[in-house]
Structure formats: C-alpha cells, structure tokens
C-alpha cells in the first residue's frame, strides 16, 4: 500500500465515527486518489482558480456536468436565483470524486470563504466504484472543504436520479452511496439534502423533459433544482 499522508489520516480518524469502520478498514482507491484532467478540463479549472483569486464569493456549486450546465441549460434559471449572490459554478463536466478532490487541493477554493457550498458529486464513479468507495471519495471532499474553509456550511446533496426507472444498475449504486453519505449530516457544518424525489414519477420513473439523455438537467429541471434547495440556501447564507 502506498504511503498515506498526514491529512487523509485525519480523514480516515473523522470517517470511524461516520461510517462504523475501523481505520484499518479504509483502503486507498481510485476514488479518494486524486486525479488532474489536462486539456479543456484543466483550462476551466484554471479560471476556477482565477476567478476565486478576486474575492466576493458568498456560495459555490461543486460538482461534474450537472453543475456545469448550470451555465448551459440552466443559465436562465442561474441568473433569476444566484446572480446577485455572489455565486461560482466549480463544475466540471466528466469530473468523479477524485477530480474534484485534486481541485480543491489545487486551488478552488484558495483564499475564500464562501458563507455555502453546494456539493453533488459521484454518479461518474457509479459504473466503476462501489457505493463505499464513491461515499469514501465524497466524504474526502467534505473534510477538504471542511479544512480549507471552516466556516463554509455545506450542503451535501444526494447524488441525483439517473437512468429510465429504479431498475437502472447505476442509479441503483447512487442510491446506496446517499444512503452512505447522509450519515455525514450534523446540522451544523454539513447539511444533507436528498431532493431527488422532485425529478420523478410517482412511479420513479425520469421523463426526457426533465433529463432528455436519463441524465442531465433540462432548464425544467434546473428551475427544479433551484426551487428544492432554496429554503436552505436561505438559512445558509442567513439571509
């Protein structure tokens, strides 16, 4: 086993009481391994980083292509809710956990103290991760986010439906790991959130209204996400 450091040891110390395992039990893997992407991906990361650099960051979205396309799909939706509250979109489309862990380690969130974080990161890691090791990966980052900037309150949201119905194998794994990952809930720093019910059926079933490819958002969507997750936004950023 390679050497681990300082801080994914604190990690693993945090994540005894969260999950019911024994340190000895965590293994390093590929989603709690940071990893950087070159090309397109790593331009963007950079203007993360060169954003953040001029301040005024009251809340940040972390995430993949579902919190890329706010910029996309749901720009409309972005501009009614978040464009006077000082907010940047760090989503990278394809980006898994271990992308987002080597960002943050590498920048994005340098020198802020954003007063929210919205987190949805993992269904990238759901056709090759188990749902331990994607909730490994997610809580990595929330003790980063945690240890960079102690007074952002979190709000840790469940990893969204995907896929035509329940019977989807990957949506299947989500569900597993937000089963996981809402144990790292404490109504204090971290605030989990599971709106996934808004986007379905009764029957649970995803119409291509509201995500065309079984996967990403439409601006119905989007206007959905925003209107899920605003009462607590509001309590987040005490306004």
């Known amino acids: 086993m390679k ?10 110390c945090c994540l005894v009481g969260i999950f019911g395992v ?10 709690v391994t940071p990893v950087s992407r070159p090309g397109a991906e790593r331009l ?25 396309g706010w910029e996309e799909e749901g720009r409309k939706v972005w501009q009614k809710f978040y464009g006077t509250r ?4 760090l989503g990278i489309g394809g980006d898994r956990t271990q992308h987002v862990i080597w960002r943050l380690d590498h920048g994005n969130l340098k020198g802020i103290t954003p007063q929210a974080a919205v987190l949805m ?23 980063q986010i945690r240890d960079k900037t102690p007074e952002t309150r979190i709000l840790l949201l469940a990893i969204f439906p995907r896929g035509k119905d329940p019977a989807d194998s990957r949506r299947q794994v989500n569900q597993k790991t937000n089963g996981l990952i809402q144990k790292l809930n404490d109504n204090k720093h971290v605030f989990y959130l ?9 029957k649970g079933q995803l119409t291509l209204d ?13 206007q959905i996400w925003a209107e899920a997750i605003e009462s607590s936004l ?6």
């Open 44 to 68: 963007r990361h950079e203007r993360f980083n060169e954003r953040v650099s001029k301040g005024n960051v009251d809340l940040v979205f972390i995430g993949d292509s579902i919190t890329e």
């Open 121 to 143: 990161i993992g269904t990238n890691n759901s056709a090759d991760n188990s749902p331990q090791e994607i909730a490994d990966g997610i809580s990595r980052i929330v003790h």
């Open 234 to 239: 509001i309590q987040l950023l005490k306004e």
């Open 3 to 12: 050497r681990i450091n300082h801080f994914w040891m604190t990690g693993i």
């Open 194 to 202: 599971d709106i996934g019910q808004h986007f379905l059926t009764p």
């Open 210 to 222: 509201i995500m065309p490819d079984l996967l990403h958002l439409s601006e119905k969507a989007y």
């Open 86 to 89: 000082n907010a940047v979109n």
């Open 22 to 31: 024994q340190g000895s039990d965590m293994k390093e893997h590929e989603a």
